[in-house]
């Protein structure tokens, strides 16, 4: 065994998984119209999220809903979310942050931005909500999702995740 196979197979091993459910967006299921970006009809508005089983030691969340299928390097990212408190355990419908809470997404936008993938097959979505030793994740400008996700490296006690998709008609 390759020392790297090892080393992914350790940290899958010893990260637990949390519970990550919606009221509003479905695991297999379509991303409902409410919650697409405007420009493909959508009002642009982030889901309700809520999350439990976190380990002891859990000092923070953050959140990532990343879009893999994206015609760009390294896909899309609708939404990077950090520094929420280990007491809370669920987002409203468009919820407001505060700006030390709200990376960029791969709009180049500090807040929520709906899927409106091109036409073709549908995008899986993927909203991963991650349980960190970290209490802060200290950043001078808003993170961009592939920056979060290197600066939380090392400091992941869980992970959740909620995937659906979404498609444009043509």
């Given at each position: ?6 080393a992914a197979i350790t940290l899958v091993a010893s ?111 993927t909203i991963t909500v991650y349980a960190l030793d ?5 950043a001078a400008t808003p993170l961009t999702g592939s ?24």
């Amino acid at each position: 065994m390759t020392q790297a196979l090892a080393a992914a197979i350790t940290l899958v091993a010893s990260t637990a998984w949390l519970h990550v459910g919606s009221n509003d967006i479905f695991a297999g299921h379509a991303i409902p119209k409410v919650f697409m970006a405007r420009e493909c009809g959508g009002k642009n508005r982030s889901p309700s999220l809520a999350w439990s089983g976190e380990p002891h030691g859990t000092a923070s969340f953050a959140i990532v809903m990343h879009d893999s299928d994206a015609p760009i390097p390294g896909g899309f990212y609708h939404w990077v979310l950090y520094n929420l408190p280990s007491r809370t355990h669920r987002l409203e419908p468009d919820v407001k942050v505060a700006a030390d809470q709200l990376g960029q997404t791969s709009a180049g936008r500090s807040e929520y931005h709906g899927p409106c993938p091109p036409h073709g097959p549908a995008h899986h979505y993927t909203i991963t909500v991650y349980a960190l030793d970290l209490s802060r994740v200290s950043a001078a400008t808003p993170l961009t999702g592939s920056e979060l996700e290197r600066s939380i490296d090392g400091h992941v006690l869980a992970r959740g995740v909620l995937e659906a998709t979404a498609a444009t008609d043509p």
